[in-house]
Every structure is written in structure tokens, then in C-alpha cells.
């Protein structure tokens, strides 16, 4: 698997992160903390499943935030996590 793509998927998940925390809404804060505790571990070890499992519940929580308040998530970031959420799932094929 390529390490360039796991750091794409892990730039990705930060970036979300970075935005549920700006939303900052009660249901999120635990999606928050699980998503922080996988870029750290990330850093630690390279291993990119905890990245990919919660990246996957992340996408979902973008697009239903996006869907109540479209002005809180922009399109770039769900679109950048899609991104890397696929090629993930494309290397590890």
C-alpha cells in the first residue's frame, strides 16, 4: 500500500476534523475525539485502518450536516475525504 495515499487519506481526515470541530455540535464530539485519537496513532505507527474506518463515519456525518446546514460544510471537503476514502479502498485491492 502506498504511503503517499495513506497521507492523503490522512490529510483528509484532518481537514475533517478541523470542521466538525468549527461546527462543534454535541453529536459530533464523540466522531471528534475518535477521529483525533487515529491521526495521532496514525503518526505514531503508519497504520491507516483506524484513519479509514472512522474517515467512512465522518463522510457520512459531513453529508448529513451538510444536508440541515449547507453553509457549515463546504463541498471541498467532502469531496477531499471521498477522494482519499477511494483510494484507500482502490490500493488496498
Known sequence: MSQKINDVLRNECQVTLETLTRINTPETAELQSK?????????????????????????????????????????????GLEVGLRNFEASRN
Not at 41 to 58: C, M, Q, R, T
Open 35 to 79: 477521529l483525533a485519537w487515529c491521526l495521532g496513532s496514525y503518526d505514531y505507527d503508519k497504520n491507516p485502518s483506524g484513519l479509514y474506518e472512522y474517515g467512512v463515519v465522518a463522510l457520512e456525518t459531513l453529508k448529513t450536516l451538510k444536508a440541515a446546514n449547507p453553509r457549515k460544510v463546504t463541498k471541498k471537503v467532502i469531496d
